[in-house]
C-alpha cells in the first residue's frame, strides 16, 4: 500500500483568529507564554486532523529576532515551552507514530535574506536554537528559507545534531523556480547534496509557484514533498513587521487546496501538508482525499 507523511498546517495566522487578540511583532512567541493553552491545543486539533508530523511553535524565537524587539532573554524559556507544548499534545492525542520537528527559520525576516547576518553568524545562531531543540524533536525541520546561504547555515547546523534533517526553501510567486533570493533550484540542491539531508522541501509559496516550479525542483534524489501558504501576497510584510500587512486568499479552501496537493502527489511528491492560513479543517480535507486514493497517512519517510 502507498504511504505518505501528512503534516501539520500553519500555526500563527490561526492562533491569532483563536485568540483574538492584535498581533504584534513578537505575538507567536508572546502567546507561548501568555496562551499556552492555544497552542498545545492547536497541535492537537492538527493530530486529530490527520497531521502526523507537527513542528515545534518557535518560528519566531530565534536569538536574532528577540534580540531586535529587546527581549533577549525569552530564548531558552521560549524554546523550552515550544517543545512541551508540541510533546504535550503528542501524549495526549494517543496516536502513535507521532513525529516533532524542530524549527529552524529564517533567523531574521520570513522571504528577507537580504537582511540576513553572514554566513557564520546564521550558523552561530542556528547552532543555539539546535542545542536548545535537539534533546526535544525527532528531526529538524529547516523551513522558509530563500537563499543558498540560509539554507547552508540551517542545514549544517541540524546535521550536526545526528538527526534528521529535512528542508523547506520558499520560491518566488512568479513561477519562475527560483528561490526568492533570487537563485536557482539547482544551486539549492547542490549545497544540499553536499551536506546529505533526508528531505527537500518547498514551502511557504503560492501554491501556484511550487506548482510552477515542481519540474525543476524534483530533478533531486531522494524524498521531496511540499506545502504552501494560503497569502495572497507577501510583498507588504517587512522585517519586524506583522501578518496584519498580508491578506489570506478567499479562493483556497480545503477542496480548493487539496486539489494542487494532489497534483504534486501525482508528481511524486512524498511529503504534504501546509503552511500559513492552512488550517486544521484543510489538513482533515486532505487526509480524507488520500486515504480515498489509497494512501496509508503516516509520519515516517521510508
Known amino acids: 500500500m502507498k504511504s505518505i507523511v501528512l503534516t501539520d498546517g500553519g500555526m500563527g495566522q490561526e492562533l491569532i483568529r483563536r485568540s483574538g487578540k492584535e498581533p504584534t511583532p513578537m505575538w507567536s512567541a508572546r502567546v507561548l507564554l501568555d496562551e499556552p493553552d492555544l497552542v498545545r491545543e492547536l497541535h492537537a486539533d492538527f493530530i486529530s486532523a490527520g497531521a502526523r508530523t507537527i513542528t515545534i511553535n518557535t518560528y519566531s524565537a530565534t536569538p536574532e529576532r528577540l534580540e531586535r524587539d529587546g527581549q533577549s532573554d525569552w530564548f531558552k524559556p521560549l524554546q523550552q515551552r515550544g517543545c512541551e507544548l508540541a510533546l504535550a499534545a503528542r501524549e495526549e492525542s494517543g496516536i502513535e507514530g507521532v513525529r516533532i520537528a524542530g524549527c529552524l527559520p529564517p533567523i531574521l525576516a520570513s522571504y528577507r535574506p537580504d537582511v540576513a547576518p553572514d554566513y557564520e553568524t546564521c550558523l552561530s545562531l542556528y547552532r543555539q536554537v539546535v542545542e536548545q531543540q535537539a534533546a526535544h524533536v525527532d528531526f529538524f525541520l529547516c523551513e522558509?528559507?530563500?537563499?543558498?546561504?540560509?539554507?547552508?547555515?540551517?542545514?549544517?547546523?541540524?546535521?550536526?545534531?545526528?538527526?534528521?534533517?529535512?528542508?523547506g526553501m520558499t520560491v518566488k510567486d512568479d513561477g519562475s523556480a527560483m528561490l526568492r533570493g533570487g537563485e536557482t533550484l539547482a544551486d539549492a540542491h547542490a549545497v544540499l547534496d553536499e551536506i546529505g539531508v533526508e528531505v527537500r522541501l518547498l514551502n511557504c509559496s503560492k501554491p501556484e509557484a511550487i506548482s510552477a516550479s515542481w519540474g525543476e525542483f524534483?530533478?533531486?534524489?531522494?524524498?521531496?514533498?511540499?506545502?504552501?501558504?494560503?497569502?495572497?501576497?507577501?510583498?507588504?510584510?517587512?522585517?519586524?513587521?506583522?501578518?496584519?500587512?498580508?491578506?489570506?486568499?478567499?479562493?483556497?479552501?480545503?477542496?480548493?487546496y487539496a486539489g494542487f496537493?494532489?497534483?504534486?502527489?501525482?508528481?511524486?511528491?512524498?511529503?504534504v501538508g501546509g503552511c500559513c492560513e492552512v488550517g486544521p479543517e484543510h489538513i482533515a480535507f486532505?487526509?480524507?482525499?488520500?486515504?480515498?486514493?489509497?494512501y496509508t497517512i503516516t509520519g515516517s519517510v521510508k
Open 144 to 167: 522558509t528559507l530563500a537563499s543558498v546561504k540560509e539554507i547552508r547555515a540551517a542545514a549544517t547546523a541540524a546535521k550536526e545534531s545526528g538527526k534528521p534533517v529535512w528542508v
Open 218 to 256: 524534483s530533478k533531486a534524489a531522494g524524498p521531496l514533498g511540499a506545502y504552501a501558504n494560503g497569502f495572497t501576497a507577501i510583498d507588504n510584510l517587512k522585517p519586524g513587521g506583522t501578518v496584519k500587512s498580508i491578506s489570506a486568499r478567499h479562493d483556497l479552501g480545503p477542496e480548493q
Open 261 to 271: 496537493v494532489l497534483q504534486w502527489v501525482n508528481d511524486g511528491a512524498a511529503i
Open 286 to 294: 486532505l487526509r480524507q482525499a488520500l486515504e480515498e486514493r489509497g
